[in-house]
């Protein structure tokens, strides 16, 4: 069974501060994706990999980047966290071709 | 790029109805439509997918069906039950787009007994 982990469930933050979200999947998933998640804007794509230390901009990049040293863990970073950014994120991974799969989420609140 | 567009955003059945949820995508290029799944406070699960060599799929309670010329799916829930209660997600994606979902805005389904 494929095992998306995301390393927390919640987090808070000060405005200002950096912030790292960490995600780890089992499967050696060439692809990985992070997306936030609003109510009744459903799930936008914030960044995504498609190999290891590649990344490419999804639909709502900016106040982020990302980083992926090994194939099996995928940051997410909030260079100077701002209280526009408290959402629920979650990171997903996909072999090529096939389905993709979800971690639990972190819900982030920045203060 | 992709723009996925799902309606309605609220739908609420009684049990044993059926329920369809639509959704239109503007990329010919696209080729795979999966739907997803999310209970309350828990992550999305797919339910069902569809690559674009297919007009249908069923499993068990659940279909979707595709139209390429028009460019929409939709996901068909049969004899509904309170547990079908979630948000529920479409999405498209092509080979070439690096693998990525674009995803519709989701709908909430309520099963009312």
């Known amino acids: 069974d494929v095992k998306v982990t995301q390393s927390s469930r919640y987090l808070v933050k000060r405005t200002g501060e950096k912030v790292f979200l960490e995600c780890v999947q089992d499967m050696d998933h060439e692809n990985m994706f992070w997306y936030r998640q609003d109510p009744g804007l459903g799930l936008r794509l914030i960044y995504f990999s498609y190999d290891v230390k590649m990344k490419e901009k999804g639909d709502i990049p900016e106040g982020y980047s990302v980083s992926r040293e090994k194939k099996e863990r995928f940051s997410l970073i909030l260079e100077s966290a701002s209280t526009n950014q408290t959402s629920m994120y979650l990171c997903?991974?996909?072999?090529?071709?096939?389905?993709?799969?979800f971690g639990d989420g972190t819900r982030l609140s920045i203060l | 790029g992709e723009n996925v567009e799902q309606h309605p955003s609220t739908l609420s059945v009684q049990e044993g109805d059926s329920a369809v949820i639509k959704c239109t995508y503007s990329d010919s290029a696209s080729n795979y439509f999966p739907w997803y799944k999310q209970e309350l406070g828990k992550r999305p699960q797919l339910i069902i997918d569809?690559?674009?060599?297919?007009g249908e799929k069923k499993d068990q309670r659940i279909a979707v069906t595709l139209n390429k010329t028009a460019k929409h799916f939709s996901l068909h829930i049969t004899e509904t039950q309170p547990e079908d209660s979630a948000v529920y997600f479409c999405?498209?994606?092509?080979?070439?787009?690096?693998?990525?979902?674009?995803f519709g805005t989701g709908t909430q389904l309520k099963v009312e007994l």
């Open positions: 997903a991974s996909r072999p090529h071709a096939q389905p993709q799969h």
């Open positions: 569809i690559r674009s060599n297919v």
């Open positions: 999405a498209a994606s092509s080979t070439g787009g690096g693998n990525k979902l674009t």
